[in-house]
């Protein structure tokens, strides 16, 4: 996978000491574009996105002692046929969302069932394949 979430992340650790982290297990920089870091503060998680291979990253992560002692522990995404869209409007049809996201510039991947979430702005879009929600 080239996606791996950190899970046990606290509010009090920021983005950069996560980042530093990365680099140093893995060898890769960000600053070069190898990987990107996105904080979830809500579920105490950040998701790290690798432009190649991982290789052992998670592994590594897991046995690392600085991240031992912070508690913070990886796995690799694994592959969902479903997203959460945001901030979309209430009143929005669901047969809007799903020509948005079926449209080529919005990634062309077919859609099987929307599930809107009007009291979040929100919606669940579920795709035919792993690969539309790229």
């Not at 950069?16 to 920089?29: A, P, T």
């Not at 579920?43 to 291979?53: P, Q, S, Y």
């Not at 991982?54 to 690799?76: D, H, M, S, V, Y």
């Not at 020509?99 to 990634?107: A, P, Q, S, T």
């Amino acid at each position: 996978s080239t996606i791996v979430v950190l899970e046990n992340v606290q509010e009090t650790v920021k983005d950069y000491v996560l980042i530093m982290l990365v680099e140093n297990i893995s060898g890769l920089s960000e600053g070069d574009g190898d990987f990107n870091v996105e904080m979830i503060p809500e579920i105490h998680a950040a998701v790290v996105t690798f432009t190649g291979n991982t290789g052992e990253f998670a592994k590594k992560l897991n046995q690392n002692p600085r991240a031992k002692r912070q508690n913070i522990t990886a796995r690799c995404l694994e592959l969902t046929k479903s997203v959460r869209a945001e901030n979309i409007p209430p009143d929005t049809p669901s047969d809007y969302i799903t020509i948005y996201f079926e449209n080529k510039k919005n990634g062309g991947a077919q859609v099987v069932d929307v599930q809107q979430l009007p009291d979040e702005d929100a919606a669940i879009i579920t795709f035919s394949d792993h690969k539309g929600n790229a």
